[in-house]
T-cell receptor, first 106, second 116 residues
């Protein structure tokens, strides 16, 4: 069993839809990270969470420490949101999930 | 500071050859990480340094792989006797150690290795 599990693996949406990506992790962590990766490889950090909820623009990330679960929400999705979204747990270093490939169509 | 730089961006090599990649982290970051990513997978941890000390190595890092950070600044990752299974994107990231000033990880654009 992977230390970090993400679902779904692939997600397609129509522009404007509300999107949720889920992440579950094993054992305790210093923090849970959400990152975005575009074709070509570049990885950008979106959120770092140790409790509660964070919001940045149309992106919202939540974490439930007791249930070892986090979600990333995208409100009013747009084609430019198309990317791979990866969650990673942190314990001195990041351990990544396999990622969720999101495609948003106009 | 221009972020984390990796060189080269792409490398094609013949099986059996040695290759070396370089990573220049953000200058004030004392931690440097190497990851490997294959198609459709998330990055896999290889090793990390704090200053010049290599603090952890993954079991993925076989004897053919070696990483150094001699002066606590840039790092090199060498793969000896490359195999086709080594074909992947090699990613470098840097951060401050947790504590005062930690604000997350910054990733380089990666080195894509193709072994033919």
């Amino acid at each position: 069993k992977n230390e970090v599990e993400q679902s779904p693996q692939n997600l397609t949406a129509q522009e404007g839809e509300f999107i949720t990506i889920n992440c579950s992790y094993s054992v305790g962590i210093s923090a849970l990270h959400w990152l975005q990766q575009h074709p070509g490889g570049g990885i950008v950090s979106l959120f770092m969470l140790s409790s509660g909820k964070k919001k940045h623009g149309r992106l919202i990330a939540t974490i439930n420490i007791q249930e070892k679960h986090s979600s990333l929400h995208i409100t009013a999705s747009h084609p430019r949101d198309s990317a791979v979204y990866i969650c990673a747990k942190e314990n001195d270093k990041l351990i990544f999930g396999t990622g969720t490939r999101l495609q948003v169509f106009p | 500071d221009t972020g984390v730089s990796q060189d080269p961006r792409h490398k094609i090599t013949k099986r059996g050859q040695n290759v070396t990649f370089r990573c220049d982290p953000i200058s004030e970051h004392n931690r440097l990480y190497w990851y490997r990513q294959t198609l459709g997978q998330g990055p896999e941890f290889l090793t990390y340094f704090q200053n010049e000390a290599q603090l952890e190595k993954s079991r993925l890092l076989s004897d053919r792989f070696s990483a150094e950070r001699p002066k606590g600044s840039f790092s090199t990752l060498e793969i000896q006797r490359t195999e086709q299974g080594d074909s992947a994107m090699y990613l470098c990231a840097s951060s401050l150690a947790r504590g005062i000033g930690f604000y997350g990880y910054t990733f380089g654009s990666g080195t894509r290795l193709t072994v033919v």
